[in-house]
């Protein structure tokens, strides 16, 4: 199982994010499967954002489920999320993970992550 | 919300000498279905995040079995039983319960 995350590096203050993490060895479209969506900022700890399963069911983390949308296209095996009025502190790197057994949630492998800056 | 809080935030063990991680939750994190939604994971430097313990004590495939998980309700503890150079970076415990979240990371390094 691999996963990588694709995105701008590099946002304006108040800018939506759109995130897209492509995986392989495994398809949403097998039930108990998930995606999830996790932060960190530069130097500090992991932060949960949101994540996605098979069903279509979603969770998302309460301090951001305002600004978060999660979807997934099982045909290219991607999921998408998108943050909205980026702020300097949602300057992070980035992570998508493989969620194995859905509803207990916890995360397998993840990808190398992507830093996103957001900058005036 | 679930807090979950580790100790001690920084170990320095010698190679060959046991390490134990602890995470207290202020909450429960026992199901319903008898299963302890804890996990664990080690970031090393430079490196994504990897899992090894989940629900608990179970251990990841591939992870060594020098790595062991315990605990139930709101305490854990993830012990090594022997250091390696490898095993060098931040550890976190984390829930899924309810909602997600992870504790604030425990530093183990070389003495």
């Known amino acids: 199982i691999t996963l990588k995350e694709s995105g701008p590096t590099l946002l304006r203050p108040t800018q939506t994010l759109t995130l897209t993490c492509t995986f392989s060895g495994f398809s949403l479209n097998t039930t108990r499967m998930g995606v999830g969506w996790v932060r960190q900022p530069p130097g500090q700890a992991l932060e949960w954002l949101a994540l996605i399963h098979w069903d279509d069911s979603k969770r998302f983390s309460p301090s951001l489920e305002k600004r978060l949308t999660i979807t997934k296209d099982t045909s290219k095996n991607a999921v998408v999320i998108t943050m909205a009025n980026m702020d300097t502190a949602d300057t992070a790197t980035y992570y998508c993970?493989?969620?194995?057994?859905?509803?207990?949630?916890?995360?397998?492998?993840w990808g190398q992550g992507i830093l996103v800056t957001v900058s005036s | 919300d679930i807090v979950l809080t580790q100790s001690p935030l920084s170990l320095p063990v010698s190679p060959g000498e046991p390490a134990s991680i602890s995470c207290r939750s202020n909450?429960?994190?026992?199901?319903?279905?008898?299963?302890?939604?804890l996990h664990w994971y080690l970031q090393k430097p430079g490196q994504s995040p990897q899992l090894l313990i989940y629900l608990g004590s179970h251990r990841a495939s591939g992870v060594p079995d020098r790595f062991s998980g315990s605990g139930t309700g709101t305490h854990f503890t993830l012990k090594i039983n022997r250091m390696e150079a490898e095993d060098v970076g931040v550890y976190y415990c984390m829930q899924s319960l309810d909602s997600i979240t992870f504790g604030q990371g425990t530093r183990l390094d070389i003495k």
């Open positions: 993970a493989h969620i194995p057994l859905g509803l207990f949630d916890w995360f397998g492998p």
């Open positions: 909450q429960n994190l026992r199901h319903s279905n008898a299963q302890e939604y």
